[in-house]
């Protein structure tokens, strides 16, 4: 039994058939079945029931994945941390984000990288947390920033909450809502309604127990995009509505395109951002300083929005009238 046999049966397990899994693993089919059945004499159990040209997991197969993962994990741990070493701040950086903080973070954290270590090579996700979660299992990627609750129980994980998010919903300036308080939902679906990025079901049943909505959520919306460049767009050319955490928009809101409604009640959700990385991994040098420009970044935005929710509450300016959590200690 080795390390590249371990690999060919998890490639097979995780893709469910073993075209694919050859295709990934860069072998013929036949070479694929020799190695799955070397691996089986060397384990002396059936893995995989060869039935109808598909390969079934046998529940030997299934007790045993999670082992194997690890010790793939082990081999690729100890090749990585000598390569670290070897190479510096030269090397690879593979991180993702979600696409609500990707307007704002994505392009200044590039480029402070870029500026620090030239060498370094990066590639970026951007997706919902729990692709961003799946890749990281998946060593896809080094870390995330995105919800910590969808690992903060995992002891494989390691997060690090930055960011209690504000919500509200949010319209152009001079939106014939902009002036009005207390606005209801009946007064609000008058206008089309943005869904903006992804929810995920617990998200979506609060929204609708809050405004008194049916589920599906999203057959009350207009439209329903991840991209926050044609969300902001919208909003600024438009009388569309959009549900969102405030640093989502903090770039209009800065600069007085888009406004906060005053609707009743308040988007009340419950939403932490921070870094999640692999517990056991051998971070490389450069994602330190990473972490420490997404730290500085939740920090200058923290400190923007609420001068934003001071300058709102001014006398004649709608105050803000999504929820502001408690921002975690440092």
């Not at 080795?2 to 860069?26: P, T, W, Y």
């Not at 159990?45 to 197969?61: E, G, S």
């Not at 494989?156 to 152009?172: I, K, N, S």
């Not at 009340?268 to 330190?288: K, M, Q, V």
Request: glycine letters at 6%; aromatic letters at 6%; one cysteine or more.
């Amino acid at each position: 039994m080795n390390i590249r046999q371990l690999k060919h049966f998890l490639a097979v397990i995780d893709l469910g058939s073993l075209a694919a899994a050859a295709e990934m693993v860069h072998l013929s089919q036949p070479a694929l079945s020799r190695s799955l059945r070397a691996l089986e004499d060397a384990l002396r159990v059936p893995l995989f029931d060869r039935q109808d040209r598909r390969l079934r997991p046998t529940p030997y197969a299934l007790a045993y994945v999670e082992r194997a993962r690890r010790m793939v994990f082990d081999e690729n741990e100890g090749a990585r941390s000598l390569a670290l070493m070897r190479d510096g701040e030269l090397g690879s950086l593979a991180f993702g984000m979600g696409s609500s903080i990707a307007k704002f973070l994505l392009a200044p954290l590039m480029l402070e990288m870029l500026a620090r270590a030239p060498g370094l090579r990066m590639s970026a996700m951007v997706q919902s947390t729990d692709v961003l979660h799946a890749a990281l299992l998946k060593e896809q990627l080094d870390f995330f920033i995105g919800d910590v609750r969808i690992a903060q129980h995992d002891p494989d994980m390691v997060t690090e909450a930055l960011y209690p998010c504000t919500f509200g919903w949010f319209a152009r300036a001079g939106h014939p809502l902009a002036a009005s308080g207390d606005i209801a939902m009946a007064r609000l679906s008058a206008y089309p309604l943005i869904s903006a990025g992804y929810a995920d079901e617990t998200v979506e049943r609060r929204i609708a127990d809050l405004y008194g909505l049916t589920m599906p959520i999203s057959q009350h919306f207009a439209l329903s995009t991840s991209d926050l460049s044609t969300v902001h767009a919208l909003l600024a050319s438009s009388d569309a509505v959009t549900p969102s955490t405030a640093i989502a928009v903090i770039d209009p809101l800065k600069a007085g395109v888009v406004v906060p409604l005053d609707v009743t009640p308040p988007l009340d959700l419950d939403l932490t951002l921070g870094i999640i990385h692999r517990a056991g991994r051998t971070l490389a040098p450069a994602s330190s300083r990473a972490f420490e420009f997404i730290r500085a970044s939740f920090a200058n935005a923290d400190a923007e929005i609420s001068r934003l929710d001071g300058r709102r509450a001014a006398p004649g300016l709608a105050p803000t009238r999504g929820k502001r959590a408690t921002r975690p200690r440092r």
